[in-house]
């Protein structure tokens, strides 16, 4: 199975914490970037952090100082904490990776949504009430 798999997802109050995990395969482990998207209902699907493989990272204004993403190679696995939740951040968060950058690329073009990511989970759902 090479696309990635989400899980963590679930239902908070706002304020509460969440921590979404992705299983990524050895087949794409190598991937150089690896990114959190998520979709609001009746929404455009928007990027929400990124990270490489130096460990640099981009997040949307958004979620900056809430979201933290992180990667644990050993595990083929990467993470979005959630903390300080918010009703506006309620959607389906995916997982998506991309095999490399050009020059000039970096991962804030992947938050974006300048750059077309590789593979694609199928995404878990997030719902956070008032």
């Known amino acids: 199975e090479v696309q990635p798999v989400e899980s963590g997802g679930g239902s908070v109050q706002a304020g509460g914490s969440l921590k979404l995990s992705c299983e990524v395969s050895?087949?794409?482990?190598?991937?150089?970037?690896w990114a959190w998207f998520r979709q609001a209902p009746g929404k455009k699907r928007e990027g929400v952090a990124a990270?490489?493989?130096?460990?640099?990272?981009s997040y949307a204004d958004s979620v900056k100082g809430r979201f933290t993403i992180s990667r644990d190679r050993s595990k083929n696995t990467l993470y979005l904490q959630m903390n300080r939740l918010k009703p506006e951040d309620t959607g389906m968060y995916y997982c998506a990776a991309i095999w490399a950058l050009n020059d000039g690329e970096d991962m804030s073009m992947v938050v974006s949504g300048s750059l077309r990511m590789n593979y694609w989970g199928k995404g878990t759902q997030v719902t956070i009430s008032s």
């Open positions: 050895r087949w794409i482990e190598d991937c150089w970037g």
């Open positions: 990270i490489d493989n130096d460990g640099d990272t």
